[in-house]
């Protein structure tokens, strides 16, 4: 939109100026104190121009006011980087200046363009002049200044890109000078910063739903909303994983910030700000999940964290329509499967780990929660969006293949070998019935269908009682490292406990089967003799 002819003249006249420079320098025309003198003036006219018409001519004048910024701003990085007419003080205090001068502008003259200009030039003046120094507090302090201006603009006007170009840069830049240059001495400096950033973001969503109260469901900027918890999560997890309990800590800390602003939104607005207080609600109660196994093992969790992150994000974009914010949120549950793996250590099973509440079977458990939680918000959805919701049925696939496996490498590791198989036949059982019980109150008939595999498990049980051994060994663990699961050949069922584990199982089996039979007749015609041939066997 605008004035296309003003931009691709303005365009041409930024070209124009670069060449005259560069013409100016290889004949030796002038100074090169002139010639930077020039630009700068030049660049000042453009703004006084813009500032002239900004009455009669709105779109010129913003055009041209945003050329003369970009060409002081060209006008400072060259003067200190290529000429060394100045120095890095003194370029990073003009920087500094020309960022907030372009910010005033932009909401006083209501313009995302200026403001875009002046911040992204403001986060990148320190780069530019950059003297080697690795002063870490002086520009954490500046981007601190620029964050609270982002802020301070985000009450006045609703402008998401603002937000987001804030948030890229200060985590962006956070994320590379950590990787290149942090150290441990560094975190008594670093830590509030961090902490301070995480706050402040957290305080930028709640101002941005709060202004964009457009109806009783205000929308809400999922892209910051879980991206910040996962940012600060990442880069905390980098500076305290050698720390006892710093994770445990800090994940119930995050917990107890989204609650209690959960809390008071819901207090003071509990209308039109519902999305945003289920959504940290979400958040906190996630957090404080994560909190116990961190408790126990200091492990990374990154997986478990995307997996619960993603949920949320998929609810919020169905809540609002968006179709990237369900994609992101399914694209983050096979991320963080991905990303479960990858944090075991040469793929092997912590050495360290206690039973239940160690880092891998709860993030393995998260992982099954958040693709179960996809797959019924689709199902409660299917309406909207019919086709999407039956394939993401198949999630259900995806949270057993986590829940299962985890189930039985908890069994292998810390049960003793005689009741390693009863062990394995009242966790079928108990899933049978979570499944059926569960999902029946929901309405939700793929999710009853898990339960139904008590049937082949019992078939499967069978067949080892008639074979020597049942040995697993899953494929992201150590041969060394694995003791297997040995029941010898010929042992009746009934001994070490299963005299109480096939009851159940078989009680499991008969109630989901007659409740199939009474409300989806089809598949329980199936099921009612399938659970009667097995019992038999």
Not at 77 to 97: C, D, K, Q
Not at 397 to 412: F, H, K, Q, R, T
Not at 416 to 433: C, E, H, K, N, S
Request: aromatic share 14%.
């Amino acid at each position: 939109g605008g004035n296309t002819l003003a931009r691709v003249g303005l365009l041409v006249l930024l070209v124009g100026i670069v060449l005259l420079l560069k013409y100016a320098v290889d004949n030796n025309m002038f100074p090169v104190e002139m010639r930077m003198a020039s630009a700068a003036v030049l660049g000042m006219a453009l703004v006084g121009i813009g500032s002239w018409q900004r009455v009669k001519r709105p779109d010129f004048s913003l055009i041209m006011q945003g050329g003369g910024v970009a060409t002081m701003y060209l006008t400072v990085f060259f003067s200190y980087r290529v000429y060394e007419l100045i120095p890095g003080g003194a370029a990073f205090a003009l920087l500094s200046a020309l960022a907030i001068f372009s910010g005033i502008m932009a909401v006083t003259q209501n313009s995302l363009t200026l403001i875009l200009i002046g911040i992204v030039g403001g986060f990148l003046a320190p780069i530019l002049a950059s003297t080697g120094s690795n002063n870490h507090v002086a520009l954490f302090s500046y981007y601190l200044i620029l964050n609270l201006l982002i802020a301070g603009v985000a009450w006045f006007k609703v402008w998401r890109p603002l937000n987001l170009v804030g948030f890229i840069f200060t985590f962006g830049i956070g994320t590379l000078w950590g990787v290149l240059t942090y150290k441990g001495e560094n975190f008594s400096t670093t830590e509030p910063f961090l902490v301070a950033f995480f706050l402040l973001y957290v305080a930028i969503v709640v101002i941005f739903a709060w202004r964009k109260q457009v109806n009783v469901r205000a929308w809400v900027d999922g892209s910051l909303t879980f991206g910040t918890p996962l940012a600060f999560l990442g880069l905390q997890y980098s500076m305290v994983h050698d720390m006892p309990f710093a994770m445990a800590y800090t994940t119930l800390g995050m917990a107890g910030v989204y609650i209690i602003v959960a809390s008071l939104l819901h207090q003071r607005a509990p209308e039109f700000m519902r999305n945003l207080v289920e959504s940290f609600l979400a958040l906190g109660v996630g957090f404080a999940t994560l909190a116990v196994p961190y408790g126990f093992s200091n492990h990374s969790l990154t997986g478990a964290t995307w997996a619960v992150e993603g949920l949320g994000l998929f609810w919020l974009g169905v809540r609002q329509h968006r179709a990237l914010s369900r994609w992101a949120g399914l694209a983050l549950q096979f991320l963080a499967g991905g990303a479960l793996l990858y944090s075991l250590e040469t793929r092997r099973y912590p050495s360290d780990a206690l039973p239940v509440l160690n880092t891998f079977f709860m993030g393995c458990v998260l992982l099954c929660a958040g693709g179960l939680g996809i797959a019924w918000i689709a199902h409660r959805k299917r309406a909207e969006f019919p086709r999407s919701a039956r394939l993401l049925q198949g999630l259900i696939v995806w949270a057993l293949v986590w829940w299962y496996p985890s189930a039985l490498l908890e069994v292998s590791e810390h049960v003793q070998r005689p009741y390693q198989a009863t062990a394995i036949l009242l966790i079928v059982a108990a899933t049978g019935f979570a499944f059926e019980y569960g999902a029946s109150k929901f309405k939700w008939i793929w999710g009853r269908l898990p339960a139904m595999l008590s049937i082949p498990a019992v078939l499967l049980m069978l067949v080892h009682y008639q074979s020597t051994h049942l040995a697993i060994n899953p494929p992201m663990l150590n041969a060394d490292h694995v003791r297997g699961m040995e029941w010898a050949l010929g042992r009746s069922p009934l001994e070490s406990g299963g005299w109480l584990a096939w009851p159940i199982l078989l009680l499991a089996m008969f109630v989901t089967a007659r409740r199939f039979a009474r409300d989806q007749w089809e598949l329980g015609r199936l099921f009612l003799p399938a659970t009667v041939w097995v019992t038999a066997i």
